[in-house]
Each structure stands twice: as C-alpha cells, then as structure tokens.
C-alpha cells in the first residue's frame, strides 16, 4: 500500500489549496479514510474523515467545518482536502491515511483515532501566512 499526497505549499489567509493523496493497493472507496495534521508543537489531530463501504459518512473538526471539504475519486483512486478561507492556525504538516480495518472504526462519527489507521502517506506541509 502506498499514499502519495501532494498540493501543500505557502498561501495566504483566506486562500485556498487542496490537497490529494492517491492510493496504491488499496481501492479507497472500500475503506474509511481520514486527513490528519500537525501544527508545529502540538500533536496530530484528525481534521476529517469519510468512512467506507455504501453508508458514506463524513466528520470534520470543528474548527475547520465549513471550510474544508473531504472527497475520494473512485476512478483515480484518489482522496483530496478542499481547503477554503484558510487561516494562520491552519498551518501545519496534513498526511493522509487508510484504515485496513472493516469501514466504521476509522470515521465513526467522531474525531478519527490516529491509531486505528494503519497506512499513511508522507505529509505535505501547508503554511499560511501572509
């Protein structure tokens, strides 16, 4: 299983930038799939998820909700962020992530547990400022 993510970079506030990450060896629609960053200093925190299989459900922190748009291509096998009206303390490193377990434990609704997930991809840094 590999994660590719891509489309970080410096960008002002109220800008805008989406991030994608494509998969390899996994099908994404399949499985729960989450974004997670870090800002400098702090932990990783899940910034959204979208669970797998027919019941499709989404979850976005709060502080990013109406901002930030979670999507998956089936057909490119790829997962974005849409990231809108960004501001400084959304800086940060954003990865993408699997969980190989059966849909439902990864987005359960809730913030997503970093430790269920099991395959990440590198992280792209997002920086905003002006």
């Known amino acids: 299983v590999q994660l590719q993510a891509s489309g970080g970079g410096l960008v002002q506030p109220g800008g805008s930038l989406r991030l994608s990450c494509a998969a390899s060896g996994f099908t994404l629609e399949y499985y729960d799939i989450g974004w997670f960053r870090q800002a400098p200093g702090k932990g990783r925190e899940g910034v959204s998820c979208?669970?797998?299989?027919?019941?499709?459900?989404?979850y976005y922190a709060d502080s990013v909700k109406g901002r930030f748009t979670i999507s998956a291509d089936a057909a490119n096998n790829t997962m974005y962020l849409q990231m809108d009206s960004l501001k400084p303390e959304d800086t940060g490193v954003y990865s993408c992530?699997?969980?190989?377990?059966?849909?439902?434990?990864?987005?359960?609704?809730?913030?997503?547990?970093?430790?269920?997930?099991?395959?990440w991809g590198q992280g792209t840094l997002v920086t905003v400022s002006s």
């Open positions: 979208i669970s797998g299989g027919a019941g499709k459900s989404t």
């Open positions: 992530a699997i969980d190989g377990s059966p849909p439902g434990y990864g987005c359960p609704g809730g913030p997503p547990d970093i430790y269920e997930y099991d395959y």
